[in-house]
């Protein structure tokens, strides 16, 4: 038995020294030392032997158990070194090289304008608020004081998406959705602009897309009157296109807003004198406007006779088409690097 102990340590170090991966060293552990290993075996065959042998034998395959454990030990220990230094020296770091230059984005020019606008409506004590795309026919249409017989409800102007037995889902038309659904959950006062994406079906050329953005504005208080609605408008002209744009309200007539009108600065290229961006008129329109309806406030639960306000919304692309001297509107919308890095910011 002494020798047969023998005969398994030389046979364990003959392997371990050929052992070349922790997974090679486990399978040799349970082969020596698993429950079904040769160690193991080699013990459960002491009991067969003579009272003086037992210690003796006993004493031996101890021994040679911890040496083979110390020996699995060791060239663990060793082999995680060599894949260390190995992992090491491949993954070696020349911190001398120049470092790679952060490439910075830019923002679309879309949103530059949405954030140069929302800068200067938070300075004014606005709030900006978010409406959903994909919305109700009663929030674009019905609260809006736009009957079902109105032009804009047609198929082939708007886009929908299913319909429900009382009700139409449709792509919102313009952001004036979110009036009744900011009024029926932030009630009276309101201070408000939204801006976002809105969709009609129309072709796509250079100054037309089914997809395009506004950014809506309300206000309603007690004692909100035409002159608020004015003088925050023109104020905001100022802000966008500078200190010496004029402004000019036309009447219009929108079913939400009474009266309406539409608002037109001079043109920030040549100072009102004409030219091509203002195609030689002197003017550029920005938007349309209001005092909100009656209607509205009443379906959303709010007390005309106490409360007023106003309501604006401006289109954004043909702004940010003015702004940035850009002639063809589906630039906007084809993500071409070679346009979209023109407006970056240079370091
Ligand atoms: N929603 C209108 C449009 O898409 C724009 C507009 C006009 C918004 C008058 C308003 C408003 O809030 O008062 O043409």
Redesign the pocket.
């Known amino acids: 038995m002494k020798e047969q102990l023998n005969t398994i340590y030389q046979e364990f170090l003959d392997e371990i020294s050929k052992a070349s991966s922790l997974e090679e060293l486990e399978k040799l552990r349970v082969a020596y030392l698993g429950k079904k290993g040769k160690i193991t075996a080699v013990m459960k065959g002491m009991k067969s032997l003579s009272k003086e042998e037992r210690p003796v034998i006993g004493q031996l395959a101890n021994d040679i158990r911890s040496n083979i454990e110390n020996g699995l030990t060791d060239k663990r220990e060793a082999l995680e070194k060599e894949r260390l230094d190995k992992k090491l020296k491949e993954e070696v770091i020349d911190v001398t090289l120049p470092g790679k230059k952060q490439k910075r984005g830019s923002y679309h020019p879309l949103n530059k304008v949405i954030k140069d606008l929302e800068d200067i409506f938070i300075g004014m004590g606005f709030k900006i608020v978010d409406g959903p795309d994909i919305e109700w026919s009663k929030y674009n249409f019905d609260y809006?004081n736009m009957p079902p017989e109105h032009s804009s409800r047609d198929l082939s102007e708007t886009f929908y998406v299913d319909t429900t037995p009382d009700q139409e889902i449709l792509l919102r038309?313009?952001?004036?959705s979110v009036?009744a659904r900011a009024l029926q959950e932030n009630g009276v006062p309101i201070r408000v602009v939204v801006p976002g994406r809105?969709y009609r079906a129309d072709e796509i050329d250079a100054t037309h897309s089914p997809v395009f953005h506004?950014i809506?504005?309300?206000v309603v208080d007690e004692n909100i009157s035409m002159s608020d609605l004015k003088g925050t408008l023109d104020l905001i002209a100022k802000k966008i296109f500078g200190e010496d744009t004029k402004t000019r309200f036309r009447p219009?007539q929108?079913y939400?807003?009474e009266p309406?009108?539409?608002m037109d600065v001079s043109c920030f290229n040549c100072g009102g004198k004409g030219c091509r961006v203002c195609q030689n008129t002197g003017w550029i329109e920005l938007?349309?406007?209001?005092m909100?309806h009656p209607n509205v406030l009443k379906q959303c639960g709010i007390d005309p006779e106490k409360y007023s306000g106003?309501?604006?919304?401006?289109?954004l692309d043909r702004m940010a088409m003015m702004k940035y001297g850009i002639n063809d509107l589906r630039l906007l919308f084809d993500n071409d690097l070679r346009f979209l890095e023109q407006f970056k910011v240079e370091d």
């Open positions: 809006l038309t313009q952001t004036s009036q809105v506004q809506e504005g309300l219009h929108f939400f807003t309406s009108a539409e938007l349309g406007c209001g909100v106003y309501a604006f919304g401006i289109g």
